[in-house]
C-alpha cells in the first residue's frame, strides 16, 4: 500500500492499540517510532499525513498528544526492503512452549534487519527456526517483544502468537517483568548497593546516543529512569556489578553507569573505549603475549522473570554468563586483585 497515494481501506492490514497511563502526553509521532521501530520515523509520519493513523476513529496530527484510554489504529507502511530472509543460525533455546520462546542472545547480534544490517540477526534466524511468529510489530520484527542493543548478550524474549504478544508487551510498559544484568565497569562504584535515578532522553549532539538529565520533560522526550544495582566484586580500577533497571529506556544501564563515573567496559560510545587488552592489566607485557579479553560492551541480560499469558504461571529464565565476559573477569581476578569493600548503603 502506498499511503501517500491511496488511502486505507478495511481490506488492508492494520494494528489497533490502547494508550495506557504510564505512555500519556507523549507525542503521537513519537509513541509509534518508539512502538515500531521497524519503521523509520519519516515512514510513521508520512502514514499520519496520509490519514492512515486514526486516534478513537480519527486521524489527527503528529504532534497529538496521547491521553489514557486513547484508541489508534494504523495502516502501517509498507517496508522498504524485502521481508527478512530465513537463515540457518544456531539459537540456544532457554525456555519454549506453543506461544512464546526465550533465546540466548549471543554479543555481536542485531535483533532485527535494519539499515546495513539486512541478514545475520536474529529475526532471520528466528524466522528459520519457527514456523509461527507474532506479526504484530510486521514483518520486519516478528515476535520481538523488547530489544537489546547488537552487543548487548543474554536473554530476550518472543512471541510466537499476537494476544501472548499484547500481553507481555503490557507486562513490561507496567513494569511488571523482572529484570536482572550483569556487567563489568570501568571504574570502581563506592557504595555496595544503590539507586541511579537521572532521567534519559535525546543526546544534544549526537543522534546514535542517549543522555542523563536531572529532571523529566515531556517536551523534550526526556523521561524518568531508574537503575537499581549491587556490587558483586570489586577489583583494582574495574567492578563486576548486577542492575536492575526499573524503567526500560535505551541504553539506560549504560547511561547510568557512566553518569556516576563508571562506564560499561569496551562500550566506545560512553566509555570511549572499545575493547580491553590484556597489556591494559599489564603494562609490561611483550607484544607477542598480548590478547584481546574484550570487543564489546561487558553488559550482559542474565535474567528475565515474567508471568506466562496463558497459564499467569511464573517463568524464570537465565542465561549463563558470555565466555568473554568469563575471561575477563578470570583476568581481573589474577592481575587486578579484589579491592576491600567501601563504604555501603542498606536499603
Known amino acids: 500500500m502506498d499511503l501517500l497515494k491511496t488511502p486505507p481501506t478495511a481490506d488492508d492490514k492494520s494494528v489497533d492499540l490502547t494508550v495506557h497511563a504510564r505512555v500519556a502526553g507523549t507525542r503521537l509521532d513519537q509513541y509509534l517510532v518508539a512502538t515500531f521501530p521497524g519503521h523509520s520515523r519519516s515512514a510513521i ?6 490519514t492512515a493513523v486514526t486516534v478513537n476513529g480519527q486521524p489527527t496530527k503528529a504532534s497529538y498528544r496521547l491521553r489514557d484510554g486513547d484508541r489508534i489504529r494504523i495502516w502501517l507502511p509498507d517496508p522498504e526492503a524485502h521481508a527478512p530472509v530465513p537463515e540457518d543460525i544456531p539459537l540456544e533455546i532457554l525456555y519454549e512452549d506453543d506461544v512464546l520462546v ?15 544490517n539486512w541478514s545475520g540477526t536474529l529475526v532471520n534466524a528466528l524466522r528459520f527456526h519457527f514456523d509461527h511468529l507474532s506479526g504484530l510489530n510486521g514483518d520486519y520484527r516478528p515476535g520481538i517483544v523488547h530489544r537489546l542493543d547488537r552487543d548487548t548478550s543474554g536473554v530476550i524474549l518472543v512471541a510466537k502468537e499476537e494476544s ?19 556487567a563489568i565497569t570501568s571504574g570502581v562504584l563506592d557504595r555496595d548497593s544503590d539507586y541511579i535515578e537521572r532521567a534519559i532522553g535525546p543526546h544534544p549532539h549526537d543522534r546514535e546516543k542517549k543522555a542523563a ?21 570489586r577489583f583494582d580500577g574495574f567492578t563486576f556489578v548486577k542492575c536492575m533497571p526499573k524503567t526500560g529506556r535505551t541504553h539506560q544501564i549504560r547511561v547510568h553507569l557512566a553518569c556516576v563515573g563508571c562506564p560499561i567496559l569496551a562500550d566506545k560510545a560512553y566509555g570511549g573505549r572499545s575493547a580491553l587488552h590484556l597489556s591494559d592489566l599489564i603494562p609490561e607485557l611483550a607484544p607477542d603475549a598480548d590478547e584481546v579479553l574484550l570487543s564489546r560492551q561487558a553488559l550482559h541480560a542474565h535474567r528475565l522473570r515474567f508471568q506466562h499469558p496463558r497459564t499467569g504461571r511464573w517463568i524464570e529464565a537465565q542465561a549463563h554468563l558470555p565466555k568473554d565476559m568469563e575471561r575477563t573477569l578470570a583476568a581481573l581476578r589474577r592481575h587486578r586483585p579484589p579491592q576491600e569493600t567501601g563504604k555501603s548503603r542498606k536499603k
Not at 214 to 224: A, C, F, S, T, V
Open 45 to 50: 509520519q508520512r502514514a499520519i499525513e496520509a
Open 102 to 116: 526465550v533465546i540466548n542472545k549471543p554479543p555481536d547480534m542485531v535483533v532485527h534487519p535494519a539499515k546495513g
Open 164 to 182: 501472548a504478544h499484547r500481553d507481555l508487551s503490557m507486562q513490561f510498559e507496567t513494569r511488571k517483568v523482572y529484570k536482572e544484568y550483569l
Open 213 to 233: 538529565y536531572l529532571h523529566p520533560d515531556e517536551e523534550r522526550n526526556i523521561k524518568e529512569a531508574c537503575t537499581y544495582y549491587e556490587v558483586i566484586e
